[in-house]
C-alpha cells in the first residue's frame, strides 16, 4: 500500500503532520475526518513505507540494532530523562540507517504531541503488535523503562532458543545435501565411465551391477525432466502452502509427525507462554493479551486453536479449561496454567513453562542432533558402498574368468 504525508488540525486547535499507510488518498481522508480532525493536505511519498525504509540505501533496521536501541532507550529513561531528550541522545549516537531515520520521524510525531506507542505504531508492519502493546502498557503504567526491560528480556529469551533450533538443523542439511551430492557424481560420471569397459568384456555382469547402470543411464538421460519435475513439485508445494487451506493442511501435518510434531508444539508452547507471560505482566487483560500472543505462532493449525480459545474465553470459560476443551497446548502445560490461574499466579507459572518447554527442546534437540548425524553417515555409507560394491564385483569376476 502507498504511504502519505498529511498534515491535519485536531480537536483542540493543534496542527500536526503525519505519515500513514492506506489504500488511498479519499479513504485516507475519509478516516481522518470521521475520527474528528480537519484534513489540511494529504501528499503521497511515493512507493509504501516498508519500502521507504527498506530500499532508501539498500538497509534494513537489522535485530541486533532494535535490541540495542530497546536497551540504551530503557536505561536513558530509567536515568530519569524524557522520551525526547532519550530518542535524542541515541540519535546523535547513531550512525546515519534506516533505525536513525525512523527515530527522527518518531521523534517529531511525539513533538507533535504523538504517543511514544502511536508513533511506533505507524510502523506495524517492522515492530510486532507484542511491542506496540507493551509500549502502551507501560505509558498506562507511567514505568516505560520496566516494560522495555521485561520486552529485552523476552527478546533475548526467544532469540537463545531460536538460535538453537537453527544450530542443531545446520549440520544434517550440510551432511545431507553433500550425500546427495556426491552419489549423483557417482551415478553421473564415476559409472558410466567405468562400466563402459564392463559392457565391452561381454561377460555377464552382476544383478547389482546392472541395476546400478540402469540407475545410472536413467538418471543422465532424464536428470533435467527429474530437476524440472523436482523444482515443479516446490513451486507447487510452495503455492498451495500459500494459501489458507494449503498452509492449516501442512501446519497440521507438522504437528502430527512421529517426534518432529511434539518438538514442534513443545517449541511453539514455549513461545505462547513466554509472549503471554510479558503481556500479562505489562498489565494486559488475559483476552487481548492471549489474541495477541496467539499471533505470534507461524503454526495456522495452532492458531486456528488458539482462535477458538479466544472465543471461548470471551463467552466467559476459564483459560485452563478453553485451553484443555480444544487440545491447544501440551497436557501438562495446560494442568500448570490451571494450578497459575487456581491460585492467581498465572504470569510466573507461565514464565516456568516457558523455561520447562524451552529445556525440553533443548534435550530434545540435542538428542535428535546426536542420533541423525550417525544414522544419516550409516544410510549413506551404505548407499555409496554398494555403488563401490556394484562397480568392483565385475572386476573380481573378471580377474577369476582370466585365472
Request: no cysteine.
Amino acid at each position: 500500500m502507498p504511504t502519505f504525508r498529511f498534515k491535519i488540525a485536531v480537536p483542540g486547535g493543534k496542527i500536526k503532520e503525519k505519515t500513514a499507510i492506506a489504500d488511498s488518498k479519499a479513504s485516507l481522508k475519509q478516516k481522518l475526518e470521521s475520527d474528528g480532525n480537519f484534513v489540511l493536505n494529504i501528499s503521497r511519498t511515493g512507493g509504501s513505507q516498508f519500502f521507504s525504509l527498506h530500499l532508501q540505501r539498500g538497509r534494513r533496521i537489522t535485530t541486533r540494532d532494535f535490541f540495542s536501541f530497546n536497551q540504551e532507550f530503557a536505561v536513558l529513561l530509567k536515568a530519569g530523562l524524557s522520551v525526547v531528550s532519550a530518542l535524542n541522545a541515541i540519535i546523535e549516537n547513531n550512525e546515519d540507517g534506516e533505525l536513525r531515520d525512523l527515530l527522527q520521524e518518531v521523534r517529531q510525531d511525539i513533538t507533535a504531541g504523538e504517543s511514544l506507542s502511536g508513533s511506533f505504531e505507524k510502523f506495524s508492519h517492522l515492530f510486532s503488535k507484542l511491542y506496540v502493546m507493551t509500549l502502551k502498557a507501560g505509558e498506562k503504567s507511567g514505568d516505560i523503562p520496566t516494560a522495555l526491560l521485561r520486552y529485552v528480556e523476552y527478546m533475548k529469551k526467544t532469540a537463545e532458543l531460536r538460535r538453537k533450533v537453527i544450530s542443531a538443523s545446520i549440520y544434517p542439511v550440510i551432511l545431507m545435501v553433500v550425500s546427495i551430492s556426491v552419489v549423483f557424481f557417482l551415478m553421473i560420471y564415476v559409472v558410466p565411465a567405468i562400466s563402459g569397459a564392463f559392457l565391452e568384456s561381454g561377460n555377464r555382469l552382476p544383478e547389482i551391477t546392472r541395476l546400478l547402470i540402469d540407475i545410472s543411464t536413467l538418471v543422465r538421460n532424464y536428470f533435467f525432466y527429474l530437476l524440472a519435475a523436482t523444482i515443479g513439485l516446490g513451486i507447487i508445494g510452495f503455492y498451495i502452502g500459500r494459501t489458507d487451506a494449503g498452509r492449516l493442511f501442512f501446519d497440521q501435518m507438522k504437528i502430527n509427525m512421529l517426534y518432529f510434531g511434539e518438538l514442534y508444539r513443545n517449541y511453539s508452547t514455549s513461545k505462547f507462554s513466554r509472549t503471554l507471560s510479558t503481556l500479562l505482566g505489562a498489565g494486559i487483560p488475559l483476552l487481548e493479551a492471549v489474541q495477541i500472543a496467539a499471533d505470534t505462532i507461524h503454526n495456522q493449525f495452532l492458531k486456528f486453536k488458539l482462535a477458538q480459545v479466544v472465543k471461548n474465553l470471551a463467552e466467559g470459560a476459564g483459560f485452563s479449561e478453553s485451553l484443555r476443551r480444544f487440545d491447544t497446548l501440551p497436557p501438562l502445560a495446560v494442568r500448570m496454567i490451571d494450578a497459575g490461574e487456581t491460585g492467581g499466579a498465572l504470569t510466573p507459572v507461565l514464565i516456568d513453562i516457558a523455561d520447562f518447554y524451552d529445556n525440553d527442546v533443548d534435550a530434545k534437540l540435542s538428542v535428535l542432533t546426536s542420533a541423525i548425524e550417525p544414522t544419516l553417515m550409516v544410510v549413506m555409507g551404505l548407499v555409496i558402498g554398494s555403488i563401490v560394491l556394484a562397480l568392483y564385483l565385475p572386476i573380481f569376476q573378471l580377474a577369476g574368468n582370466v585365472g
